[in-house]
């Protein structure tokens, strides 16, 4: 027995700590909220009276339509313009490559909801640009509603399929394409009979990921959506209008948000099951002699797809310099706007910075141990850990804050209103990420490297802290400012949890745009993309050798 | 520098038993090799020696000591990975001197040894360099002198050459033999490449399946396999199945392939079924009107197939009732058609286990 701790020491007490921790700020939550789901408005009587009514109602099944249809126009997008975009820049001379791969990773970090408000400056119904159509006296039709929000969703997480895309056709043996070629086939049919179906995998992976994040995202339909109904959103207004104990209703969505997740997830699952396929010895393709006229093509493409979906943060930046009146556009140059968004105190931007960093340290801490497990320790307990640790992406934001609000907001443990709820709320979310990019490092980091190291004489925990954690130094770092960087711009799960006090950039943001200072939100936003660029910015480096490992 | 005990020792993986009832006694100062296909064992076998794979049952030791039962970091084995691994954020000096630092070996004395391990490898100076600056065979010499700095009870070498080009490989493999006799260590060395363990062994253990099927010394590995698998996977041969018929003192009549062979063996009982080994080399054809040398037996078979190899040419003879025998000769057969074929009975070996 003895013996046996001392082997699976290590192993074992991060599997306690891992386990507790996820039990009960991740599992009990949604149990509740499934429990609340089936309770009566008492609190007290299993009925199943809430599905029928929101199954009933017209409303709620319009916004289930509205987000799935949502979700999956977005994917189909971000699908048709990041695959061509990730085709050229893996396989085209296209100047500026280093410089085009970071841009096109930088929409990923920065707060997706600044992209659709963004929008609603420009062309929205008082919008600069609508202003200026108007006056010149073309009719337009502002971009409200699903055609906005799918084309937020595909400009924002695009990356998502692109990135694996370009290293998936990188990757692709060039002998296997040219063996194609050698049988007869154009190249045209090589990419549709033998490129395309060997890096699919990658490509319904990025596309499962945008579906998840377009219909668990809370800030771009609350923006865009008016009084279309999306579930995401529903959940949080019943929430905040429930009168009853029980939020009964709100949970319904929330369990329809996770059913959803959950048969996307496994339907990806089945339909990569059959494709398991490598191929084997990797000799990467170089870059196609293409014609001066499909290079400059592939070029302008690349340029402009990255341009557009980072033009909508710079024109808030540089709206956030103009000067308002009320919500009317006024002209000239001031910080009118950021005295306005401090004028009662730093308290929001203080706290963002504050709860981010406790919560990239949290999780970072929670997360590195797991995927060391996961990749080193290969045993049940480590399987059950992958599992339940990367799972917390498919729920959605605001689900989770509702769950948690729900399960501690009273008894002996009642941390409601407070920030511990809140960083315990982030780090459950971006407990995946820190997992994933803990067991990507890993899984570059030879383990006969450890095992030379105690083959030498020096004991596995001073082993870990003497080689493997150097060598992962790098990927931490960039794990844990990523999570820094996507906690800073979380919203759904705070709108649902902050208080008074504990007020972030992103609520300060939120509530600007419920009210009428158009300037403030714009000065909001502006703040939180500094927050985002500084950091992402100053650890480049270690980070371009990881941005892809972190999908 | 001590001996290894193996005794008994097992591990199933799933329903797999990658090693299956082992014992070999290695002797001190011994050069002991691991021969098999991939997945007979052997790295396993190695990985158990070194603590990296825990025993099902039974029990390793160095001397008198058990050591199955130790950490892998208190066994003072030193291995050199397949790989190499060598710290990639050390250089190459702190490489070295990493197992000295775990054992707490006084700064003056440490660089000493260092740069006398260094020194042994042909690696004098380059303490400095990072070992992204070093090639694949210098790497591997990194690895070599950061194991015996230690002065390791034994040396585990896990198929160190595999990733070396062939003629590095040669040169390494001559250094790797070099190096052990002068330091006198016990080296447990584990290869699938049969030449390599004849070159360098003094004694090979064959392995196949989880279970070892013949111990021995290289060259008695070579002519008298004792199993038909270890005499096709070290070097190459023709088996022949066969029924023995009568005996003459050491001599026996084998009916096989269509007639009768003679072979020279103490053991084996008439009417027994035995598989026998015939070497290409142990076969010689001759030419029209040669007389066999004495002693040997003769063949009537038609040529079939030449290959010439460069130094030597390898041709096939097609005996009565189909049987190809492969032949190595130095120079093409002159002859064609119907060929005699020569061979001596004490060269032929029974390989089934009796």
């Known amino acids: ?551 | 520098m001590s001996a290894i005990t193996i005794d008994g020792v097992a591990r199933s993986f799933g329903g797999v038993r990658a090693v299956d009832a082992v014992s070999l006694a290695v002797r001190d100062g011994e050069f002991f090799t691991l021969l098999g296909p991939s997945g007979c064992g052997k790295t396993t076998l190695l990985r158990m020696v070194a603590g990296f794979c825990e025993l099902d049952t039974g029990r390793i030791l160095f001397g008198a000591e058990r050591i199955d039962t130790l950490p892998p970091h208190r066994r003072n084995t030193g291995m050199v990975f397949q790989n190499y691994a060598v710290f990639p954020n050390l250089t190459v000096g702190d490489n070295v001197a990493y197992g000295l630092r775990a054992r707490r070996v006084k700064a003056d004395d440490m660089r000493e040894r260092v740069a006398r391990a260094l020194k042994l490898v042909q690696l004098e100076g380059y303490g400095e360099r990072w070992p992204h600056q070093l090639s694949g065979g210098q790497l591997q010499r990194v690895a070599i002198a950061r194991a015996v700095v230690i002065e390791p009870a034994v040396l585990l070498l896990d198929e160190p050459l595999s990733n070396l080009d062939a003629k590095l490989r040669v040169e390494m493999r001559g250094e790797i033999r070099a190096l052990q006799k002068h330091l006198g260590i016990t080296v447990l060395y584990v290869t699938h490449d049969q030449e390599e363990a004849l070159a360098i062994s003094d004694r090979i253990a064959v392995m196949r399946a989880g279970r070892v099927e013949q111990v021995a010394d290289p060259r008695t590995i070579y002519a008298w396999p004792q199993t038909p698998f270890v005499a096709s996977f070290v070097g190459t041969t023709n088996l022949i199945i066969g029924t023995i018929k009568s005996r003459d003192g050491e001599m026996l009549e084998v009916a096989c392939a269509g007639g009768v062979l003679h072979v020279h063996s103490a053991t084996g009982n008439v009417g027994e079924k035995v598989t026998l080994s015939l070497r290409p080399e142990a076969l010689r054809l001759l030419a029209a009107g040669e007389e066999a040398p004495a002693g040997w037996a003769r063949l009537t078979g038609t040529l079939g197939a030449v290959e010439y190899l460069g130094p030597v040419t390898r041709f096939a003879v097609t005996l009565m009732d189909g049987t190809a025998l492969q032949m190595l000769a130095l120079a093409p057969p002159a002859a064609a058609g119907t060929v005699t074929v020569a061979y001596d009975p004490r060269n032929i070996a029974i390989v089934s286990a009796p």
């Open chain 1, 1 to 551: 027995m003895r013996a046996f701790i001392a082997r699976q020491g290590f192993p074992l007490t991060v599997g306690i700590v891992a386990v507790l921790f996820l039990g009960l700020f991740f599992l009990r939550p949604l149990v509740n909220v499934l429990g609340a789901s089936l309770l009566d408005a008492s609190g007290k009587h299993l009925t199943l009276a809430n599905y029928v009514s929101v199954l009933t109602s017209p409303f709620f099944l319009g916004g289930l339509v509205n987000s799935l249809s949502i979700a999956a126009a977005s994917a189909l997008c971000a699908v048709l313009v990041g695959v061509p975009f990730a085709y050229c820049l893996a396989r085209l001379p296209i100047g500026g490559k280093p410089v085009l791969l970071a841009l096109a990773a930088l929409p990923l970090v920065l707060p997706s909801f600044v992209s659709a408000y963004a929008l609603v400056l420009l062309f929205g119904r008082s919008g600069v640009v609508t202003h200026m159509l108007q006056s010149l006296g073309i009719p337009f039709k502002s971009l409200y509603g699903a055609q906005g929000i799918i084309a937020v969703y595909t400009l924002t997480l695009y990356p998502y399929v692109a990135l694996p895309a370009i290293a998936a056709f990188r990757s692709i043996d060039r002998s296997v394409e040219e063996a194609a070629q050698n049988l007869g086939a154009a190249p045209g049919r090589v990419l549709r009979t033998v490129t395309l179906p060997l890096i699919l995998p990658s490509i319904l992976a990025g596309a499962l990921l945008v579906f998840i994040e377009a219909l668990e995202n809370f800030g771009v339909p609350f923006v865009l959506a008016e009084d279309r109904p999306i579930l995401s959103v529903e959940a949080y207004k019943l929430f905040v209008g429930e009168t009853t104990d029980n939020p009964a209703s709100a949970g319904v969505l929330g369990v329809l948000l996770i059913v959803c997740t959950t048969i996307a997830l496994l339907a990806q699952r089945m339909a990569l099951a059959r494709r398991g396929f490598s191929t084997g010895t990797r000799r990467s393709a170089p870059a196609l002699t293409a014609s001066a006229a499909q290079r400059r093509g592939g070029a302008i493409y690349c340029w402009t797809l990255v341009g557009t979906a980072l033009i909508p943060f710079a024109a808030v930046v540089v709206i956030s310099f103009l000067q308002f009146r009320g919500p009317v556009l006024h002209g000239g140059f001031s910080l009118d706007n950021f005295t306005e968004l401090f004028r009662h105190s730093y308290r929001p931007l203080a706290n963002t910075l504050m709860l981010s960093t406790l919560a990239a340290c949290g999780a970072t801490l929670i997360g590195v141990p797991i995927g060391y497990l996961v990749v080193r320790r290969r045993s049940r307990l480590s399987g059950l850990l992958d599992i339940v640790a990367t799972s917390p992406f498919a729920v959605a934001g605001t689900v989770l804050g509702i769950g948690l609000v729900v399960t501690y907001s009273s008894g002996a443990f009642a941390i409601t209103g407070t920030a511990l709820i809140m960083v315990l709320a982030y780090i459950v979310r971006k407990l995946p990420f820190s997992v994933r990019s803990a067991s990507a490092i890993l899984h570059q980091i030879d383990p006969s490297l450890e095992e030379a190291s105690i083959n030498l004489g020096v004991p596995p925990a001073a082993t870990f802290l003497r080689i493997t954690v150097p060598l992962m130094l790098g990927g931490i770092v960039g794990g844990l400012v990523l999570t820094f960087v996507t906690v800073a711009s979380e919203l759904s799960a705070t709108i649902v949890l902050y208080s008074g006090p504990w007020m972030t950039m992103t609520v300060a943001m939120f509530q600007a745009l419920e009210g009428t200072g158009a300037g403030v939100a714009a000065a909001a936003a502006t703040v939180l993309i500094v927050c985002t660029v500084i950091p992402v910015a100053l650890v480049y480096r270690v980070l371009r050798r990881h941005e892809l490992s972190m999908l």
